[in-house]
């Protein structure tokens, strides 16, 4: 097992920003549709056109189980890296279209271990852990200043203090790949919430110049089923994520050991899928029922 040391200095997009005064020809209006596809591409990833961005993240996952006290699990860090492809669609208008990977690595709450395997406290048994190496996980489609049913895209986030805050959940329910022909009788999705916040300067937000944010930073939180691996079955309980992340300039700044891991055993998601990417998106719970697929034709 490998060891990774959580690291504070990359979190540091809370530092304060300071940029030149800006006039109003020189910023974006949010009022505008156009420009409020360029603020909301800004935050997604850069204005430029396969310009990769990478986001680092960490933090813990804890359970719940009823009657229990809440237990941390794992300590988790990972990387998104994404790029956006350029659109134009006669009636929609301007759009980009973001494609992207990531990995997420279990540790040890411990000794920040990268774990190969996890003792379950509730069965007993010793499972093989899968780490998570989701690719791809693009935009479905392309987002345009004209929505499918004509009204103008909007920026919902909020100005205060000079900062911008945006925000979005994601609500999960679709058949899990792990079921069976009968789920429709006794059930089997995959049932889970994803709450992002994203946090910005002002400044870099609105300026028409600027290209992709240096100082964006964020929060991720997820709370879901037991993940499979761990071989719960039907055991009440759910988990949940907590992390916190920021933008990084290139793959090199991914902070180590994180970067050497991924040298090692995951070297693709150091770039981006490719601009033109259709594949299908994966989900953990599909790398889990390869890595179950595999072990089987062993036996």
């Given at each position: 097992m490998k060891t990774i040391?959580?690291?504070a200095a990359v979190l540091a997009a809370s530092a304060l920003y300071v940029g030149?005064?800006?006039?109003?020809?020189?910023?974006?209006?949010?009022?505008?549709?156009?420009?409020?596809?360029?603020?909301?591409?800004?935050?997604?990833?850069?204005r430029a056109e396969g310009d990769p961005t990478f986001g680092y993240f960490q933090g813990n996952m804890f359970s719940r189980v009823e009657g229990e006290r809440d237990r941390i699990l794992f300590k988790l860090v990972g990387v998104n890296v994404r790029q956006c492809k350029d659109y134009h669609d006669p009636e929609r208008g301007k759009g980009f279209r973001s494609v992207s990977r990531e990995v997420m690595l279990y540790l040890d709450p411990e000794t920040n271990e990268v774990l190969d395997?996890?003792?379950?406290?509730?069965?007993?048994?010793t499972v093989k852990?899968?780490?998570?190496?989701?690719?791809?996980v693009n935009m479905r489609e392309p987002m345009h200043v004209y929505r499918k049913d004509g009204t103008p895209i909007t920026f919902n986030g909020m100005f205060k203090n000079g900062r911008v805050f945006s925000s979005f959940n994601v609500p999960l329910f679709y058949k899990n790949p792990l079921g069976g022909d009968y789920q429709d009788y006794i059930g089997g999705t995959?049932?889970?919430?994803?709450?992002?916040?994203?946090?910005?300067?002002?400044d870099e937000v609105l300026d028409r110049e600027n290209m992709k944010l240096s100082q964006l930073s964020f929060s991720w939180t997820r709370v879901a089923d037991w993940l499979p691996w761990m071989k719960m079955g039907d055991r009440i309980g759910i988990m949940f994520t907590a992390t916190i992340g920021a933008r990084v300039n290139t793959a090199d700044d991914i902070p180590e050991p994180l970067l050497s891991e991924m040298?090692?055993?995951?070297?693709?998601?150091?770039?981006?899928?490719?601009?033109?990417?259709?594949r299908k998106n994966v989900?953990?719970?599909?790398?889990t029922k390869e890595a179950i697929d595999a072990e089987r034709g062993q036996e």
């Open positions: 040391v959580f690291s030149a005064p800006a006039t109003a020809q020189d910023q974006l209006d949010i009022n505008n549709p156009e420009d409020a596809l360029e603020v909301q591409r800004k935050f997604i990833c850069s395997t996890w003792e379950n406290p509730w069965t007993g048994e852990v899968v780490h998570v190496a989701n690719d791809p995959y049932h889970a919430m994803e709450m992002f916040n994203d946090y910005a300067y002002e040298k090692a055993n995951y070297p693709t998601f150091l770039t981006p899928p490719p601009l033109d990417d259709d989900t953990s719970w599909m790398l």
